[in-house]
């Protein structure tokens, strides 16, 4: 089953737009679904809600309603899973406290994973396994090559005929946001070998 998608940005039709400029992130007119405090509030860290996306498709994928974006990030934020620095740099998702929050408050059995090779993702998405990874941003184009791996997180739910199956929160286009499929040689490019992985159902 494919999970429901949720995007970094509550418009995901417009996405792309907002990734070229086009766009503002504040005049995003969903921002208030979001539960975000204001629209500046809203554009400040809806670029850095991948990790919250992800998760929310994650509760949506094991039956459970998911909470607004910024309430749950509020609720990672609290435990750790996001640190304001004093320049007002915005870090994470911090996966460790993200992992204690699936454990604790949905009882979802999650853990870390690292040095995890592309090849065998496809196994820990097997028999209706999750793995929310680390990868670049640029996946959305998977024709180019990337300056680097990770930065960005994707939820991987499948695995057919040797490509991945993924909804990725920041795709510009229907077709990269939703059932991505991407062959595992690809997807390595991007793929910086970690994340959270979730056992099957």
Known sequence: MIPPFFGQWESAGRIGEI???????????????????GAADYARWADH??????????????????????DLAREITARGGYVVQ?????RGLIYAP?????????RLPAEVRVDVAAT????????????????HPWIRWPERVPPARGGHLVLVFGATGG??????????TPASQRDMRM????????????GIALRGA
Do not use: H, K, Q
Not at 28 to 35: A, T
Not at 98 to 106: D, G, I, P, Q
């Open 19 to 37: 990734l070229s400029g086009a766009l503002a992130a504040e005049d995003d007119p969903l921002w208030p679904r979001s539960g975000a405090a």
């Open 183 to 194: 062959p595992v040689e690809i997807f390595a490019r991007f793929y910086a070998g970690r």
């Open 98 to 106: 993200a992992v204690t929050w699936l454990r604790e408050a949905v």
């Open 120 to 135: 065998d993702v496809p196994a820990l998405v097997g028999e209706g396994g999750l793995f929310i990874a680390s990868v």
């Open 163 to 172: 490509a991945l199956r993924l909804n990725n929160p920041s795709g510009d």
């Open 49 to 70: 809600l991948c990790g919250v996306a992800c998760l929310r498709m994650v509760l949506a994928a094991r039956g459970i309603t998911p909470p607004r974006a910024f």
């Open 86 to 90: 004093p320049d007002g740099a915005i």
